[in-house]
């Protein structure tokens, strides 16, 4: 990989993600990776807490340079931030926190991660698109393609979440089965259907998927989901939520640095790690 040598020493600059649980997580090998490839003098944990107060806390009094947060932390450590950016204010989600001279600042990077991965296969602007879901990420992704030009309907499995979420965003909103029968240029899942227990299941049929042109899943274990592989089936373009899980990575590598993320580098990291995993 041709990587650079990093000593850890008495200015090595520490990261880290905050979360419960966080031992699956992906992102110290590409942090980690990154720092090594460009030689900068850092090192990326993964914290086990759900303490946000105490968190940050740590952050100021040890310096700490910056955090990924991951569930459960990502609304409950917006209260904590000296700057949470308009991102942050309008998903109402923080997942990358940046400690400059004391001052913590928040932005949310999940949005990113998606409208670029999707910009990667098509342009978006003026597109149609569905999103399964309306939690946490569903409001990232959302935010992300109407700041793009994008008309949303969402399709949920409790309607009048839908509902909530579409009033706020501007979108329209329908009960999940909904997107069985209507047509879109992109579909998005953000439902955990097809991980975990979940596994092997779709939240949409063989046949519904022949109605898109595109079609994303964001979970990303396994990395080929039912969705997707109905979508490969059908001859449709398929993206993965490693894409998603890459790029945001790349995102809140360059917040911190200020620095373009090494994509390749971190890219390799994450598939080594995928294919290593043992559960
Ligand atoms: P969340 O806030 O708990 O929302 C889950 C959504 O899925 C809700 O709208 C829920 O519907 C729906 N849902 C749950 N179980 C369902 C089922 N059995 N059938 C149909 N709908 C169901 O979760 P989240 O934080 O948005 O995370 C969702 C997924 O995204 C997770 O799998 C997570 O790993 C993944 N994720 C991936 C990335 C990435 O970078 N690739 C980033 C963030 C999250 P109700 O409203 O009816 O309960």
């Given at each position: 990989m041709n990587e650079q040598t990093v000593t850890i020493d008495a200015a090595t600059c520490l990261y880290g993600i905050i979360g419960?649980?966080?031992?699956?997580?992906l992102s110290p090998v590409m942090h980690n990776a990154a720092f090594c490839r460009l030689g900068i003098n850092g090192v990326y944990l993964a914290f086990d807490t759900d303490d946000t107060a105490r968190a940050c806390m740590s952050m100021r009094c040890l310096g700490i340079k910056g955090y990924s947060v991951t569930i459960p932390n990502k609304e409950r450590i917006i209260s904590e931030l000296d700057e949470p950016d308009e991102t942050v204010l309008r998903?109402?989600?923080?997942n990358t926190v940046k400690n400059s001279a004391g001052r913590l600042f928040g932005t949310n990077t999940d949005w990113i991660g998606a409208v670029k991965a999707i910009e990667k296969k098509m342009d978006i602007a003026g597109k149609t698109a569905v999103i399964l879901g309306a939690g946490g990420s569903a409001r990232a992704v959302i935010y992300g393609l109407k700041k793009s030009g994008v008309d949303v309907t969402i399709c949920n499995r409790t309607v009048e979440k839908a509902e909530k979420l579409a009033k706020e965003f501007n979108c329209k909103a329908a009960g999940i089965g909904h997107a069985e029968k209507i047509r879109a240029d992109i579909l998005i899942n953000t439902t955990p259907?097809?991980?975990?227990?979940?596994?092997?299941?779709?939240?949409?049929s063989g046949q519904g998927?022949?109605?898109?042109g595109l079609v994303m899943d964001?979970?990303?274990?396994?990395?080929?989901t039912r969705l997707l592989q109905y979508a490969m089936n059908a001859g449709r373009a398929a993206i993965n939520g490693l894409e998603m899980l890459l790029v945001q990575a790349m995102a809140q590598f360059e917040y911190w640095t200020g620095r373009p993320a090494p994509e390749e580098t971190m890219k390799k990291a994450l598939e080594y790690a995928i294919s290593h995993e043992t559960h």
């Open positions: 419960r649980p966080v031992r699956h997580s998903i109402g989600a923080c259907v097809g991980m975990g227990s979940l596994s092997g299941t779709s939240p949409v998927v022949m109605n898109y964001i979970v990303y274990s396994p990395p080929v």
